[in-house]
């Protein structure tokens, strides 16, 4: 399995390189693929837990938020508000297609959440396009544009933190943590993930010329990902399966693939504005 994750991993990072320095639209597009799959697998793990979610709607309502990502340069607030008012009321609409009100309520409440859940992800759009033009600097900065530098710090650091979460759980795994939820995680895992975070991080900030903010981008979110990690763990078991989907050889399905960045990158947004970066 191990060699598998390896070999798709070699794959796919040499693609993602090419979309990060290629820019947009190709990195929008790609981004707005990852939100269409991810919310896919959402809504059927949400049917399976027994919610009966419309499909097309928390997909169209996904694709919907990477379309306001791509406004917030301009007009960032309004867009956002626009997009979580027509989340509320579509899912309500989307709702009435049964007479039992408990199963109308339940679809409702699905809808919205699924909606929200992989509409975060967007938020990866939007770091990359509303960075301000001195947010970095440097060669990186230089080659990449501030914008799509942060995102490449955010990739990266999640990374990190998955990568090294695993192998400091695997070695020296103790205390076990949140186990009705997830079993394998640990507190030495999470340390291991964390620190390796901010580690990596901050590496990349002297690239950008940025390594204090950096650093704060790893603590945020070496926090952050493990509860997107948890969140979907949650999903997961409600709807009794192993992976949200069989996609991606060795790594399930697009869920577990970005289930850190779901909660990841609308902090790190929120970290960048409070640093005055956005």
């Not at 959402?42 to 919907?64: E, Q, S, W």
């Not at 995680?185 to 940025?210: H, P, Q, S």
């Not at 060795?250 to 990158?265: E, K, W």
Request: hydrophobic share 60%; net charge neutral; aromatic share 6%.
């Amino acid at each position: 399995m191990l060699r598998l994750r390896l070999a798709t991993a070699a794959i796919l990072i040499p693609i993602l390189a090419v979309v990060l320095w290629y820019g947009h639209p190709v990195l929008g597009l790609l981004i707005a693929l990852i939100v269409l799959l991810a919310a896919a697998e959402a809504a059927d793990l949400l049917r399976r837990a027994g919610m009966p979610v419309n499909g097309p709607v928390v997909i169209g309502l996904g694709l919907l938020a990477v379309g306001e990502a791509a406004l917030s340069a301009n007009y960032g607030d309004v867009a956002l508000a626009v997009w979580v008012i027509l989340v509320v009321v579509a899912c309500a609409v989307g709702s009435l297609t049964t007479s039992d009100m408990r199963q109308a309520l339940l679809g409702w409440a699905g809808m919205v959440f699924g909606a929200l859940y992989v509409g975060m992800l967007a938020f990866l759009l939007r770091i990359s396009l509303t960075v301000v033009e001195t947010g970095a600097e440097g060669r990186l900065a230089e080659t990449l544009d501030p914008g799509r530098a942060w995102l490449l710090v955010l990739v990266l650091g999640v990374w990190a933190y998955d990568s090294l979460a695993y192998v400091t759980g695997r070695l020296i795994g103790r205390g076990h943590f949140f186990a009705q939820i997830s079993p394998h995680k640990t507190l030495t895992g999470a340390l291991g993930g964390w620190i390796g975070a901010i580690v990596v991080c901050t590496l990349l900030g002297y690239a950008i010329g940025r390594p204090v903010e950096a650093m704060g981008v790893g603590v945020v979110l070496g926090l952050a990902a493990p509860v997107g990690d948890l969140s979907q763990s949650i999903l997961k078991r409600a709807a009794g399966v192993k992976d949200s989907g069989q996609l991606i050889p060795g790594h399930g399905g697009m869920l577990d693939r970005v289930d850190s960045f779901i909660v990841a990158a609308p902090v790190v947004w929120l970290y960048l504005a409070a640093a005055g970066l956005v």
